[in-house]
DNA sequence: CAGTGGTCTAGACCACTTT
DNA sequence: AAGTGGTCTAGACCACTGA
C-alpha cells in the first residue's frame, strides 16, 4: 500500500481495512487494534480511527470499548441494503443477475396537485415523467417513474437519457447533484397495468416506493415511484439501536 | 450549559446544538461555525466536529466544505424512520396517538426448520412465542411475534413480561443486549387471522418486517415478524449516496 | 494488570465556497 | 481574500474488557 493524498489518507486506510476484510484476513473475525494498524501504516491513531468510524457507520465492523474491533459478518452477505440503494442495475448485478433497462416511455405531463407539492412547484407546470422497466435476463424485476420538472432539464429527453440512470442524468443535464432521497415503503397489490408489466398474476402483493430526491440544498429535484417483484428482489436493512 | 463529564463532552455538545435547531434557533438553517462554537463552549475544535458528525449520522445536519454546517429541515419531520425504530409504542406516540399494549398469547413451541436457522439453534429446540398487538386508542395499528430460544430466559414469561419492550425483556431476564436487527421487507396481504386481528377487510396490502435480532457478538437472539396497518403508520427512511 | 477503544486537546495545513 | 469545513498529527488521560 502507497500512502499519497487525494483520496485522503483515512479513506485509502478506510479501503486497506476493507480489503483485507473482505479477503478474509481477519479469521476469527478480530481487527488488529487500532495502534498496531496506525504504526504498520505510518499514520497517526486519529486517522485509522476516522477510517474505523466510516467502516463502523456501514455496518462493516463493529466495536467495543476494552475488548477490540470485530468484523460484522452478517451484514456482509446483504446485496440489497436499502440505505445504500442508488442504482437498480447494481443491485440485480450483485444478485447474480444480467441486468437491462427498457424505457417504456417519456412523456411531457403537468404536473398534478400531490406531485407540485412533493416538488415544491405548482400544479399545472411541465413536467417529464419517465418510465423504466428493469430486466434480469428476460424477467421483469423493477418497474420505475421518475417525474422531473422540466425547468430543470430544458432540453428533450432523449431515449439514451432516459436509460441512464437517473442521478447521473440530472448531473450531466441538469448539472444537479442528488443527495439524498425521503422515502416511503408503501404496500401494494398488483393489478392491470402493473401486473401486466411486471409479468406476474393480478393480485400479487409487491412492495413500493414513493420518495422525492432532494439536492445539497434540500431541493426537490424529481419524484419516483417504484415496483419490485418480491419473489426476484428482496430488501433487506440494518437497524440500530443508536439510530444512524 | 454548564459543562462536565459524563455524559462526554461531544455528547453534551451533541444535545446542546440539538435543542437549538429543535427550538427553531437557526431560522436560515445555518449553524454557527464549528470554531465559532468551539470558543463559545470552551471545547475544542475536535469536539464540536465529533458532535456535529453524530448529527450529521442522525441525519440532522449537512456539512458543506467551504460553505457551512446546514439543518436538514426535512428530515426532521418524520416521525417514522425506520432505521431508528425500536419501540412501537414510542412510534406511535409520536404520531400523536395514545399507545397501547395487548398480548394476544405467550406460548411454548418447538423450533421449526427455519427459526432454528436464523437463531444458530437445531430444530425441536423448545423456544417462546410472544404475539403482542399494538393499538392507538382502540384501533390495531402493529401485530408482533416474538420468537426466542427458551434457553435465553429460563423462567416462564409472565404477561407483564411479555408487554414490556422486547430488548428491555432480553436485557433483564435474559442479560443480554439487543444491538441490531437484520431486517427484511416482505409484502403481504392480510387474510383470515391477520385480518381479523388487525381489523381489517380481507386481503388488504401491508407491508410485513422478517427480522432477527442480535446481540454484540452477532448472536441471534430473537426472530420477529410484524405486521403493520398501512392507512395508520406509514414507514420512511433516509437513503443517502454515501451508503451510510 | 495489560491492552483495547473512547475522549479530548492544540495546533497546522489544505480544499473549497463565497463575497 | 476571508471564512468555512476536511484532513492530519502527537500526545495525554480515561473507561472498560479480559486473562
Redesign the interface.
Known amino acids: 500500500m502507497t500512502i499519497n493524498r487525494s483520496p485522503s489518507l483515512t479513506e485509502q486506510v478506510k479501503a486497506h481495512i476493507k480489503e483485507r476484510i473482505v479477503g478474509g484476513e481477519f479469521t476469527e473475525?478480530r481487527i488488529p487494534s487500532e495502534t498496531v494498524l496506525a504504526s504498520a501504516l505510518g499514520v497517526s491513531r486519529t486517522t485509522v480511527r476516522d477510517a474505523l468510524?466510516?467502516l463502523e457507520?456501514?455496518g462493516a465492523v463493529?466495536r467495543?470499548q476494552g475488548a477490540g474491533t470485530?468484523v460484522?459478518?452478517?451484514?456482509l452477505q446483504?446485496r440489497s441494503?436499502?440505505?445504500?440503494?442508488?442504482s437498480y442495475e447494481d443491485v440485480l448485478q450483485a444478485h447474480g443477475y444480467t441486468p437491462a433497462v427498457r424505457v417504456l416511455a417519456v412523456e411531457e405531463e403537468a404536473a398534478a396537485e400531490w406531485l407540485a407539492a412533493d416538488l415544491f412547484l405548482t400544479a399545472g407546470e411541465p413536467i417529464v415523467v419517465i418510465e423504466k422497466l428493469f430486466l434480469e435476463d428476460r424477467r421483469p424485476v423493477v418497474l420505475t417513474y421518475n417525474r422531473i420538472s422540466a425547468g430543470i432539464v430544458p432540453g428533450p429527453v432523449g431515449e439514451t437519457d432516459a436509460a441512464t440512470p437517473i442521478?447521473e442524468y440530472l448531473e450531466a443535464a441538469g448539472g444537479r447533484h442528488?443527495?439524498?432521497?425521503?422515502?416511503?415503503?408503501?404496500?401494494?397489490?398488483l393489478q392491470d397495468d402493473l401486473a401486466a408489466k411486471l409479468d406476474v398474476v393480478e393480485?400479487t402483493?409487491?412492495?413500493s416506493f414513493r420518495?422525492v430526491g432532494?439536492d445539497?440544498d434540500?431541493r426537490p429535484l424529481v419524484q419516483a415511484t417504484s415496483y419490485f417483484r418480491?419473489d426476484l428482489l428482496?430488501?433487506?436493512?440494518?437497524?440500530?439501536?443508536d439510530?444512524?
Chains 1, 2 share one sequence.
Open positions: 473475525g468510524s466510516r457507520n456501514e463493529v467495543r470485530f460484522n459478518e452478517s451484514i446483504i441494503r436499502l440505505e445504500a440503494i442508488w442521478y442528488l443527495s439524498y432521497y425521503l422515502s416511503e415503503i408503501v404496500p401494494v397489490v393480485g402483493p409487491a412492495i420518495e432532494f445539497d434540500n418480491d428482496r430488501f433487506r436493512l440494518m437497524r440500530r439501536k439510530g444512524s
